[in-house]
């Protein structure tokens, strides 16, 4: 939903947005615990205590953010987001709505995906987890950053603004 009348994202979604992004982050970063977990687990050995509390993090940060991701979708649809600008021309206001639903996606299945490679053991989840998805989401943040930087440096829009400090 948008709002042509909004200027920027509630305070909310932008505190959602910045802790999301870092939870994100730091799983796409700090994933040798659960690789390792994942290989001793998936090759029938026994986890070390080590091991099962470092995947555990990884878990609990990943099921944090499908949390989240779900307050962060219903605030959406309440409160509604700001129109896009006028100076991003039509193929690309297209293709970062269309990312920006890949981000949601993902939030979502990224997680369930998660716990189904941890909690039940399913192998092709953990492919998936793992591979496909953790490099579609990789390509989303350096499309979205790009993006960003795009918005303020070439079109200079108000953007950034609207998702930081919220005024235009």
């Not at 970063?29 to 090759?43: H, I, K, P, R, W």
Request: charged share 10%.
């Amino acid at each position: 939903m948008t709002h042509s009348t909004l200027v920027s994202f509630s305070l909310a979604q932008r505190i959602l947005h910045w802790i999301m992004a870092a939870l994100i982050v730091f799983n796409l970063l700090v994933t040798d615990a659960m690789e390792e977990y994942a290989n001793v687990f998936f090759g029938g050995r026994t986890s070390t205590p080590d091991q099962v509390n470092a995947a555990n993090i990884h878990a609990y940060v990943g099921i944090t953010i499908l949390v989240l991701a779900i307050i962060r979708l219903c605030l959406r649809l309440i409160q509604g987001v700001p129109a896009e600008p006028k100076e991003e021309p039509a193929l690309l206001r297209f293709v970062a709505k269309t990312s920006h639903w890949a981000f949601y996606a993902l939030f979502f299945v990224m997680p369930f995906a998660g716990i189904g490679a941890y909690y039940f053991g399913n192998k092709t989840a953990a492919f998936a987890h793992a591979g496909p998805m953790k490099l579609v989401m990789w390509a989303l943040i350096a499309a979205h950053i790009l993006g960003a930087l795009v918005h303020q440096f070439y079109w200079k829009t108000d953007v950034v603004k609207r998702m930081t400090s919220g005024v235009r």
